[in-house]
Structure formats: structure tokens, C-alpha cells
């Protein structure tokens, strides 16, 4: 039997055996290692060009500049690569206090919270903290704008990763339930705004994701808000990839048909950090997400050039009419702007996350090596088989002390010959 008619059999045999159509889904899509190994390549572009090529301060009032520092120090904690943060923790200068006028100023202080995680500075603690503090003072900045949801939302996570204070995890959660009671529609889709515009945005539909998906990285479950948060963000969740394009893109008029929408990169990237958040933390089943998120992937590095700058990026606007067509006809920001560069290292940074987590105790595969390549998408009960279709024995993998029985399927690139393991 030829080794294509070996691997074809063998792809036949998982399909038959109990990890299903999940594992034949894995097998015969995008391939594991190539999402994989795209979310470290594109990542560090986008990254290494937005905090040293840019020109953006880490000390900015600019919130998406922040979001965008921000999700190059969880990307650099995701790789383990520490430069990153200490190049930006070398520049974070700022003494004056975080502007706590506007919400959008106001989420500044996610930045020091995250550098306080890693360097302790009270200083930096305290600029976070005090935003924070002055958040709640003033309800959150509550203005029924779908925005929100990120702005204090995130804020407050980070506050209460670094001081482990409940009040800004019940603040947060009741929160983010409030603004899904207010803006949440039966088909998970989220409008702008309840008063400025009915419209599904993306970006914003992206912001609403992403502040409950860092939410739900934070909340137990026993949290007597989890439920009510769970189902809205599985409800959205449904709703986003329903309207997803053939493509793997979202547009910047989120279930809109009109000929003027176009993909827009912002919101496809919030939204693909909020799948592999959610599957990461065994929200989303597999089965139903994961081919979606990795296609909206492997859509959007379409739009970064070489030199680490995306494209397609809606521009920051606050809706005067509120119509569709006001989105539609609505300009583009610049390459690299920072909306779109904030959400795509985001989505870099959860893709590696999630990958490592199917892979703890398989050696020589992090996100600094990509010997190993390929991974079923669920646990095989009891039954393995050979390339030639005979029933086998489960192997246990002894990796330091500790017994490991993955139920995944590997490949071998590390010798020009590869193999191939089954482990139950």
C-alpha cells in the first residue's frame, strides 16, 4: 500500500472511531502547524513594527495605541520572549495621572496595570488603580455605546489581576451584563449604540467580544454573573460566525448584503481573539469553532504587509445618523493604524495560547520551536489503529517524571524522515 493510501486509511479509521468528524475537520483543513506557526511569524511583525517603528508613545491618551502596547506585552508573554516587554516597560515614562474624563482616556490605564504584573512598580500600580477607582465613581462612563464594553471592561481586569480586589471583578461582570441586556439582539449580534445607531458594526461588535472574552479569562464559575455572561458571549459568538464570510473575513457592516461593505480587519481580528479565548477556556466546542476561528486567521494575515503594517482597517468614527449608510460610505484608516494593529496582535497572541495548551508536556513544541505539527481535535477513546489499519496498543509518553496520555495525533519534522505517533 502506498504511503498516501496508508495516511488516506488512516484518516478514515479516525473518522470512524470516536474522535469523530472533529479530528478528520483537523486533518483536512488549514493545518495546525501552519496557523500556528503564522500566528508567531505575523504577530512579531505586527508587533516589533507598531513598538518600534511607529512613533506611537507608550505614554499616549490614545486608548487604541494602548490596547495595541498592550497586546504586544501578552504577545511577548505568550512567546516568552521578554524583550518585548522590557522594551516597552523601558519607555513607559508616564508620571502625570491617567484622564479620567473620558472613557477612552480613562482605559489608558490598562497599559501600567499589565507592566505592574511584571515589574511591581507601585507607581505604576497606582496610575492603573486610581483610573480604575474613578471608572466605577462614574458608572463606568456608562453611555450605551458598544465600545464600552472594552474600554472598562479590560480596564478592570487588569485592575483586578493586579490587586486581586473583588470589586473590580463585580464591577466588571455586572457590566458587561448590563450593556448585553441593553445592546444584545436575538441573533447575537450586538448594535452600536441604543440611541446613536441600531447598526451591527463590526469593530464595535469586535469590542464587545474581546472586553467579555478578557472577562471570562478572570471569572470563576462560580461568580454569580458567570452564567448571564457565559451565555451572552456564546450567544454572540453563534452570531458571529453565522455571518462570517465564505472567506473567513467580517465586514465592516456586520449581516449587511450591500455590494459597498468590504472586509474589514479590525473587527475580523477582535473577533478571532475571542474564538480562541473561548476555546482555550473550553466554552466553545471545537467542533463547531475551531474551523471558523482558524479561517478568519489565515483571511486576515492576508492584509499585513511585509513590513508588519495591516490593512483594511476601519477609521475611529462616532455615527451622526446612524444609518447603514453612513458605515458603508465611512473612510479607512491608515496601514498600521492602531485599531486593527491592537486586535490583530490580540488574536496572534490567543492563537499561541491555545495551541500551548493542547500541547503542555510535548517536548520541543512552544512557541519557539515548531517541531511538532500536527494535532487531532479531540481525545480517541480506547481504540488506535496503524497505518496499515490494525488495532494497536495506546503508548504512554513518560516526560519527566509525569505519564501523558494526549489522545493527539503528532508529526515529526524534526528529521528529514518524520514519523508518525499515535497517543491515546
Known amino acids: 500500500m502506498s504511503l498516501r493510501k496508508k495516511l488516506r486509511s488512516l484518516q478514515y479509521l479516525i ?28 504577530g512579531n511583525q505586527a508587533s516589533d513594527w507598531f513598538t518600534k517603528r511607529s512613533g506611537k508613545t507608550t505614554s499616549s491618551d490614545y486608548y487604541a495605541d494602548i490596547c495595541a502596547y498592550y497586546g504586544s506585552c501578552i ?20 508620571t502625570n495621572p491617567i484622564i479620567t474624563t473620558d472613557i477612552d482616556k480613562n482605559s489608558c490605564g490598562i497599559l501600567p496595570l499589565h507592566l505592574y504584573l511584571h515589574n511591581g512598580k507601585t507607581q505604576h500600580l497606582k496610575l492603573g488603580t486610581d483610573a480604575a477607582d474613578v471608572n466605577i465613581s462614574k458608572d463606568g462612563h456608562f453611555r450605551s455605546a458598544i465600545d464600552d ?6 480596564l478592570h481586569v487588569q485592575a483586578y489581576r493586579a490587586t486581586k480586589d473583588k470589586k473590580y471583578l463585580d464591577f466588571c461582570a455586572n ?36 472586553g467579555t472574552a478578557e472577562l471570562l ?4 464559575k462560580e461568580h454569580v454573573k458567570y452564567n448571564e455572561v457565559v451565555n451572552g458571549f456564546k450567544k454572540h459568538m453563534k452570531g458571529l460566525i453565522d455571518v462570517q464570510l465564505d472567506k473567513g473575513m467580517w465586514p465592516q457592516l456586520l449581516a449587511s448584503t450591500d455590494s459597498r461593505n468590504w472586509d474589514e480587519t479590525s473587527g475580523t481580528s477582535m473577533f478571532i481573539f475571542a474564538l480562541f479565548t473561548g476555546l482555550e477556556l473550553g466554552i466553545l466546542d471545537k467542533e463547531t469553532y475551531l ?65 500551548n495548551s493542547l500541547q503542555t508536556g510535548i517536548p ?26 490494525r488495532k ?8 519527566n517524571g509525569i505519564n501523558h496520555h494526549t489522545g493527539i495525533v503528532l508529526h515529526s519534522t524534526s528529521s528529514s524522515k518524520g514519523k508518525t505517533l499515535l497517543m491515546k
Open 392 to 399: 494497536i496498543k495506546t503508548p504512554v509518553f513518560n516526560i
Open 149 to 154: 464594553m472594552y474600554m472598562t471592561g479590560s
Open 15 to 42: 473518522i470512524i472511531c470516536s474522535t469523530g468528524i472533529a479530528a478528520a475537520t483537523t486533518l483536512n483543513s488549514f493545518k495546525e502547524d501552519e496557523v500556528y506557526k503564522a500566528a508567531i511569524d505575523k
Open 75 to 94: 504577545f511577548g508573554d505568550a512567546t516568552e520572549n521578554s524583550k518585548i516587554y522590557e522594551y516597552i516597560n523601558g519607555r513607559y515614562t508616564r
Open 217 to 220: 479569562e478572570i471569572l470563576p
Open 291 to 355: 474551523e471558523p476561528a482558524r479561517k478568519g486567521w489565515m483571511a486576515v494575515i492576508n492584509y499585513l504587509s511585509s513590513d508588519g503594517k495591516l490593512g483594511n482597517i476601519a477609521n475611529g468614527f462616532w455615527p451622526t445618523t446612524g444609518t447603514a449608510d453612513e458605515y458603508l460610505t465611512a473612510k479607512k484608516g491608515g496601514a498600521g493604524d492602531s485599531h486593527g494593529t491592537a486586535g490583530f496582535i490580540w488574536a496572534a497572541t490567543s492563537i499561541i495560547r491555545y495551541y
Open 364 to 389: 520541543g513544541f512552544s512557541a519557539s520551536s515548531s517541531q511538532w505539527s500536527i494535532k487531532a481535535a479531540g481525545p480517541v477513546q480506547h481504540s488506535f489503529f496503524d497505518l496499515g489499519g
Open 175 to 210: 457590566y458587561i451584563v448590563r450593556y448585553s441586556n441593553a445592546l444584545q439582539q436575538s441573533n447575537g449580534l450586538y448594535q452600536h449604540g441604543a440611541n446613536k445607531s441600531k447598526q451591527y458594526w463590526g469593530r464595535g461588535n469586535g469590542w464587545a467580544a474581546a
